[in-house]
């Protein structure tokens, strides 16, 4: 069982600070290049504009980009001057030396950390509930409200409720190849059980497939997805700070390429009991750009928000 719950702008308590994190160092490999400054709309906006936008309008008043150094002069005057002057806006930069005292980068490293790391680098920026998203997903204004309300009466506390905005897998997948997603086993009352990262998946027939080790598994086309939408207390940093240094301790195969994503770390917080995660399933749509042929299907889909009013014609206006 998953929340479903119905959030209006009226009960959130929005004198309650949050901020939103968003997760924008990655280059986007599949995609071949910077994805996050590529127009999605007729008029010149990102997929990260709505994300602000809808960030904003849930009540959220900062927001904090997690990015590559050698990127802040173009991020910020391509994406982070459009919001400056209607939200706080702070930025936090991924390093692969950001590392627990004690530990060094593996010779010749240059892939980044993982979700998880990215986020601890914002950690000093960050005093209030937050929510944690890709910078490449679009996740639909439904996503901001229901994280909006939990943050509102979200308190740091001896076991913490966190949260995470589930979508249908069926709703997630690609016509354009394989996709990799956790996929979320949750208990009776829509709490959090485990997430499974699946590699491989694709739609087959009415059911979906993923690969692990090289065979086909079947999986529910109905399944819940996580697409990295995450909600905080600041209490977590000190449990994925332990996790990252248990992590960097281990013997892993691939010293080069392993990551320490934020999934792994929730799971890790479940297991030791350490807190508890409330799944809310959005009803909207999510959207993404995995692949250079998802983007005509995800601007028209977002041109037919603007046409039904959702969103104003020029998010600037």
């Known amino acids: 069982m998953t929340l479903y719950v119905s959030v209006e702008l009226e009960n959130i308590n929005m004198e309650e600070q949050m901020t939103l994190v968003i997760l924008a160092a990655g280059m986007g490999s599949r995609y071949g290049g910077l994805k996050q400054i590529d127009p999605i709309t007729k008029t010149g906006e990102f997929i990260i504009d709505f994300s602000v936008y809808d960030a904003i309008i849930s009540g959220f008043d900062k927001v904090v980009f997690v990015i590559k150094k050698e990127n802040l002069e173009i991020f910020r005057d391509t994406i982070g001057k459009r919001f400056e002057n209607k939200v706080k806006v702070e930025y ?26 990215a986020l601890l680098c914002a950690k000093h920026l960050i005093n209030d509930p937050f929510m944690v998203i890709n910078s490449d997903d679009f996740y639909g204004r439904s996503a901001y409200m229901l994280m909006a309300e939990h943050l509102s009466s979200a308190k740091n506390g001896d076991l913490p409720c966190y949260a995470m905005i589930g979508y249908v897998l069926k709703n997630t997948l690609t ?23 699946r590699t491989g998946i694709r739609a087959k027939g009415d059911t979906a497939v993923f690969v692990e080790d090289g065979v086909e598994h079947e999986t ?5 997805a996580s697409m990295n939408c995450w909600g905080f207390t600041t209490d977590v940093f000190e449990k994925i700070e332990r996790n990252f240094i248990e992590f960097l301790s281990a013997d892993h195969k691939d010293k080069l390429k392993c990551e320490f994503y934020l999934p792994f770390a929730v799971c890790n917080m479940l297991k ?13 749509e999510w959207y993404g750009v ?14 037919a928000l603007k046409d039904s009013r959702a969103y104003p ?5």
């Open 272 to 284: 030791a009991g350490e807190c508890q995660v409330n799944v809310y399933l959005s009803k909207d």
């Open 290 to 303: 995995t692949y250079k042929e998802d983007k005509p299907f995800v601007s028209a889909s977002i041109e």
């Open 92 to 117: 936090a930069f991924q390093e692969l030396t950001d590392l627990p005292a004690g530990f060094s980068v593996p010779e010749g490293r240059v892939k980044p950390w993982g979700t998880a790391h």
């Open 220 to 224: 529910s086309l109905d399944g819940i």
């Open 313 to 317: 014609e020029r998010l600037a206006d």
């Open 175 to 197: 016509e354009n190849g394989t996709v990799s997603r956790g996929i979320c086993l949750t208990d009776s009352e829509g709490r959090l059980l485990e997430v499974t990262e």
